[in-house]
């Protein structure tokens, strides 16, 4: 399922992502011996990005340490996918979120580059993702093709 999200935010919030020395785990990096140091999950190990949660509704926030809070400042920054926004479709959210990400509540690492990439691809638009219970995926921009009968010179 394609989900929308507001350009501009998420561009925000992985500007907040990259620009943070430390970086709050998903569960399964908490338990990757990579990010561990003396048992402990190590918040500079943890790199950049954003997480996709899916609870009430479906949303991108940063994992950025400290937290990039909302304009009351109360609670963490995120962007809502546009069609799973308990705010804006109360009745639709729920039903979206788990045809999209599944029965169960949880959240998926997205890396600053992924990100970085679709924001490029959906330039002037809507950033978009496709969610299924199985996979995500983001657009990218393909790299330039060479003419195939054009030969580099060295």
Same mark, same amino acid.
């Given at each position: 399922? %394609?989900? /929308?999200?507001? /350009? $501009?935010?998420?561009?925000?919030?992985?500007? /907040?992502? =990259?620009a943070a020395k430390e970086h709050l785990p998903t569960f399964e990096q908490s338990? @990757? &011996? @990579?990010?561990?140091?003396?048992? %402990?999950?190590? /918040?500079?190990?943890? &790199? $950049?990005?954003?997480?996709?949660?899916?609870?009430?509704?479906?949303?991108?926030?940063?994992?950025?340490?400290p937290a990039l809070c909302d304009p009351q400042g109360r609670a963490n920054l995120? !962007?809502?996918?546009?069609? $799973?926004?308990? %705010? =804006?479709?109360?009745?639709?959210?729920?039903?979206? %979120?788990?045809? !999209?990400?599944?029965?169960?509540?949880? +959240?998926?690492?997205?890396?600053?580059?992924?990100? #970085?990439?679709?924001?490029?691809?959906? $330039?002037?638009?809507?950033?978009?993702?496709? +969610? =299924? &219970?199985?996979?995500?995926?983001?657009?990218?921009?393909?790299? &330039?093709?060479?003419? @195939?009968? =054009? #030969?580099? #010179?060295?």
């Open positions: 399922m %394609k989900l /929308h999200f507001d /350009h $501009a935010l998420v561009a925000r919030l992985l500007a /907040h992502a =990259t338990c @990757a &011996p @990579a990010f561990l140091s003396d048992g %402990k999950v190590d /918040h500079a190990r943890i &790199p $950049a990005g954003l997480m996709l949660v899916g609870d009430d509704g479906l949303y991108l926030m940063s994992n950025g340490m995120v !962007a809502y996918a546009r069609e $799973a926004d308990p %705010k =804006t479709s109360p009745e639709e959210s729920y039903d979206i %979120k788990r045809a !999209a990400f599944g029965d169960d509540d949880g +959240v998926e690492f997205l890396a600053a580059d992924v990100i #970085r990439n679709a924001l490029e691809a959906t $330039a002037g638009g809507a950033l978009w993702l496709d +969610v =299924t &219970p199985s996979r995500i995926s983001a657009p990218c921009l393909a790299p &330039p093709r060479r003419n @195939a009968g =054009t #030969r580099r #010179r060295v």
